[in-house]
């Protein structure tokens, strides 16, 4: 896998083998043409980071800061490998450990984000899950973008968050949310 576009066109991703499914180019291409005057200086929250991929493209097309959220040991170890080669220690921040409590964490922190990408393991509900813990959260920034990336569409129950677009990109379904009120 290589990252598409910005200062590290076509650089090497290392891939987690079997534990991870890879956001595939045309999806990654397809998130960052929807939000591309949006990631200069911006801060992002990659969920489920798996190899890092979002997090590092947002970085390669000029994000100032990304939060990558991740448990699995195997996917951590190369997302470390991932961002010691790029040489953006001192743009990444690492949570090694469960989303919901990652969440938390970061609300408790009063971190805000101008994107953040959700991309769980298919068929186990956790999209939902966390987008519904997003939605009682204030992490997102008044103009930010939340993306979910799953196998189908959902349409849970949102107070503070509505569905902007969705996308069939191959097998996955791409879905962008904003604020109400934005």
């Known amino acids: 896998m290589r990252i598409i576009a910005g200062k590290f066109k076509n650089r090497v991703l290392e891939v987690p083998k079997e534990v991870t499914r890879p956001t595939l180019g045309v999806l990654r291409e397809a998130i960052f043409n929807i939000c591309q005057g949006d990631i200069e200086n911006a801060c992002v929250l990659d969920l489920f980071a798996g190899s890092g991929a979002i997090g590092l493209e947002a970085l390669s097309r ?28 001192n743009s990444c921040t690492i949570y090694p450990y469960d989303v919901q409590r990652a969440l938390i964490q970061l609300q408790t922190k009063e971190e805000k984000f101008d994107l953040i990408y959700i991309d769980p393991p298919y068929g186990k509900q956790l999209a939902e899950k966390t987008l519904l813990q997003l939605d009682s959260l204030s992490l997102l920034k008044p103009h930010g973008i939340i993306f979910v990336e799953e196998d189908s569409s959902m349409s849970p129950d949102l107070k503070s968050l509505c569905l902007k677009s969705t996308r069939k990109i191959s097998r996955s379904v791409l879905q962008q949310y904003v604020l109400k009120h934005y």
Not at 63 to 73: G, L, M
Request: no cysteine.
């Open 62 to 89: 000029g994000a100032r800061h990304v939060i990558f959220v991740e448990n699995n040991r195997q996917a951590l170890k190369i997302l470390h490998k991932n961002i010691a080669s790029f040489a953006v220690e």
